[in-house]
């Protein structure tokens, strides 16, 4: 090998060694990099603190006046709310009950239907737990707080303001 | 064009390593062993690789005929589980750092002087140090086991936390991987310098063989990821011992960030072991085909654009960490992008073929196998690349026969077909062709049937690196372990092969192989003299 190959070869091995020492830098230097590369990309997801998750389901922005209505159709039963009216916001869940007595001196059986005012306010309103449509037989005398909870969707219309929600009970006869 | 040839004469004895020597020619002035340690000629330096190389296949080979002993049925019967995971780690070392690299490292020392006629590489006496690392750090690996606390049972890819807290097994691994990557770094030094330096005049870089190209481009992979391997098991022996929380989350680190700068070299190393093997291909098909390589500019651009690509899709083994989809995203797109010139070198080799006048001895069988199975290997990738499937995929025997179909039909055949192809020229012995295909047709049946099984265990669901499983994977299971056992008989008939070839082989012809057309079939005797190409050969 003459001496000019010697020292392109020399030359070679000087830089490369170089890339090779700059290259186990690298690797340390990674450490650093992910912190500030992650963090100026906003993919840190997992270090970062999260929001405080937000409500998107009650409609804080509106309050609607719910109404209870309770009544027995002819029955010997004593059928009212427990409350007469409710401010709620639209998306928010609410438990209301009914209480309902049988005061005849022998076992009843009753369904009630549910209606609502105005007719439209019906396809808003979403009941997770009623008593309707149900048969309840109560015993004589006996009294019972049957609890209804619902959620008024928050797609009600802005016009309407206030809704009522009204059962009436029917006995059902042949069941004593 | 003249063709100088250094041979002190053909009327010696044959050597140990098998090629011819007149009493005028002397290896170095030693004899025995002290010419082996003291050795600085690339052709006695690429012999101590390949067979450095074939030991450590035989090692990791016992370990993962363990490792499916015990995996033929369902429960524990042979190894207790902890020593099951020391078996799958040292498998995966042994057979990545001790087999396949420095395979194609030997082919890199023999071939390359001859290919480019030059004399020797670049760095003799650095390119015997860089040999003699390995066998210390192969030891290191193999004592580890024997230390209390036996190997590091942490899976190859030696993850944190659970690195931290092996025994001193651990250490020795960390130690070894040091050295793993000082000899890789070394020889890729040497030899990058040695092509860019010493072609012969009229040898320009698009005229080199394929395989020189390859293994140029690969050295710049292994100066660039290699350090930082060792920048990652470098911090995880500190985080062991020296009080350091690189990935200690409670002293404000991140195991995943392990991962990140283990995997940032551990894609380009895939394509580290590809490499070579694509460009052995590229010299074998052509030989076969009797015809030209098809596009070399384009094969050597695609080479070029893979070895770039791979470092930019590492987290495409990391989906599962908790990456945002953005980064899961851009992964899986610069990954599926990287199939693109894979497949042109795929069409190329494909094309080479095409209208060639084809015969089929073993090297071209093997290479045969190797476009056919590596590329499967590809496609099975292509299916893991994508997010929502790797989701499901992610540590399964799916992927195990993933990297196995490219790793083992891929490099491993390539290897194959490589020492086939060359050992004529090396020791000017022929092997037993009749043999020689009985290895390719075993090897072939056996090899699909330990792996392609496996991808229907995985889709189903196995886990990997586990010791037992449900019922339910048994059938494949056992199909899968009765292959690796053939598998692991039919490379004991390798080794018989190569030594009847280089003990009593037949006389080899000057030209073996009438397509072969690189530098050391045109210009050189067969067997090459211990010195060749003392004076360059003008190619201009």
């Known amino acids: 090998m003459n001496p000019d190959q010697a020292r392109d070869n020399k030359r070679m091995l000087t830089r490369l060694s170089i890339v090779a020492v700059a290259m186990f830098g690298f690797g340390f230097a990674l450490v650093p990099f992910y912190d500030h590369i992650c963090r100026a990309l906003g993919i840190n997801s997992l270090v970062t603190r999260s929001e405080a998750p937000v409500n998107t389901q009650v409609d804080l922005t509106r309050k609607v006046t719910v109404e209870f209505d309770a009544n027995a159709h002819g029955m010997p039963w004593s059928f009212k709310p427990a409350t007469r009216h409710m401010e709620v916001h639209p998306g928010q869940l609410v438990q209301v009950d009914y209480e309902v007595a049988n005061v005849r001196s022998s076992a009843v059986t009753g369904q009630a239907v549910a209606s609502y005012g105005p007719k439209l306010a019906g396809q808003y309103f979403r009941k997770l737990d009623c008593f309707c449509f149900t048969q309840q037989t109560l015993a004589a005398g006996e009294t019972r707080r049957m609890p209804v909870s619902f959620v008024l969707d928050a797609s009600l219309p802005a016009d309407i303001n206030t809704v009522t929600l009204s059962y009436t009970f029917f006995e059902v006869a042949g069941k004593s | ?540």
């Open chain 2, 1 to 540: 064009m003249s063709a100088v040839v250094d041979n002190h004469g053909h009327a010696g004895e044959r050597g140990k390593d098998g090629h011819a020597h007149g009493h005028g020619d002397h290896h170095g002035g030693y004899g025995g062993v002290m010419r082996w340690i003291t050795t600085t000629n690339h052709k006695d330096i690429g012999t101590l690789y390949l067979w450095f190389s074939f030991i450590n296949f035989m090692v990791g080979g016992v370990m993962a005929m363990a490792i499916r002993l015990e995996l033929f049925s369902p429960g524990i019967q042979f190894f207790n589980p902890d020593l099951f995971n020391q078996f799958t780690t040292m498998h995966g070392l042994i057979m990545v750092f001790g087999a396949i690299m420095p395979a194609f490292v030997g082919f890199a020392n023999w071939q390359i002087p001859m290919m480019i006629g030059a004399p020797d590489m670049a760095f003799a006496r650095l390119n015997n140090w860089s040999f003699w690392i390995l066998p210390f750090a192969a030891s290191l690996l193999v004592i580890s086991f024997f230390t209390p606390g036996g190997a590091p049972g942490v899976g190859w890819t030696l993850y944190a936390p659970l690195t931290v807290q092996m025994g001193v097994g651990m250490d020795l691994t960390i130690f070894a991987v040091h050295l793993l990557g000082m000899s890789s770094i070394l020889g890729s030094i040497n030899i990058i310098t040695t092509i860019l330096n010493m072609r012969a005049p009229g040898m320009t870089l698009m005229r080199m063989p394929l395989f020189v190209w390859t293994w140029l481009i690969t050295a710049y992979l292994l100066v660039a990821a290699m350090p930082v391997l060792a920048g990652a098991v470098t911090m995880s022996l500190t985080d062991r011992h020296f009080g350091t929380s690189f990935f200690n989350a409670a002293g404000g680190g991140d195991p995943v960030l392990y991962q990140h700068i283990f995997w940032f070299f551990g894609h380009p190393e895939v394509y580290i072991i590809a490499l070579p093997a694509f460009g052995v291909v590229s010299q074998v098909i052509p030989a076969f085909s009797r015809k030209p390589l098809f596009g070399y500019a384009s094969m050597v651009y695609a080479t070029s654009a893979i070895a770039i690509l791979s470092f930019i899709v590492w987290a495409h083994h990391m989906y599962t960490v908790g990456m945002p989809v953005t980064g899961q995203l851009f992964f899986m797109y610069a990954t599926t992008l990287i199939a693109v010139p894979t497949g042109v070198k795929v069409f190329n080799w494909v094309a080479t073929m095409w209208k060639g006048s084809l015969s089929f001895e073993t090297p071209m069988l093997f290479a045969i196998g190797f476009l056919f199975l590596f590329t499967l290997g590809g496609f099975t990738g292509l299916v893991l690349s994508l997010v929502p499937i790797d989701i499901q995929l992610h540590d399964t025997y799916y992927v195990v026969a993933h990297f196995h179909y490219v790793m083992v039909a891929g490099a491993l055949f390539s290897a194959f077909a490589g020492v086939y192809f060359w050992l004529p020229k090396w020791t000017g012995r022929m092997y037993d062709e009749t043999l020689g295909k009985w290895h390719f047709w075993l090897t072939m049946i056996f090899f699909n049937m330990i792996f392609f099984v496996q991808h229907f265990l995985g889709l189903a669901g196995m886990p990997r690196r586990i010791p037992d499983y449900p019922l339910m994977f048994e059938t494949w299971n056992k199909i899968s372990s009765i292959g690796a056992f053939g598998f692991g008989l039919t490379q004991l008939l390798f080794l018989y092969i190569i030594l009847k070839a280089i003990k009593s082989g037949e006389k080899a012809p000057e030209k073996p192989w009438e397509g072969a057309d690189s530098l050391e079939w045109t210009h050189l005797p067969t067997p090459v003299p211990y010195h060749s190409f003392e004076t360059p050969p003008n190619l201009k």
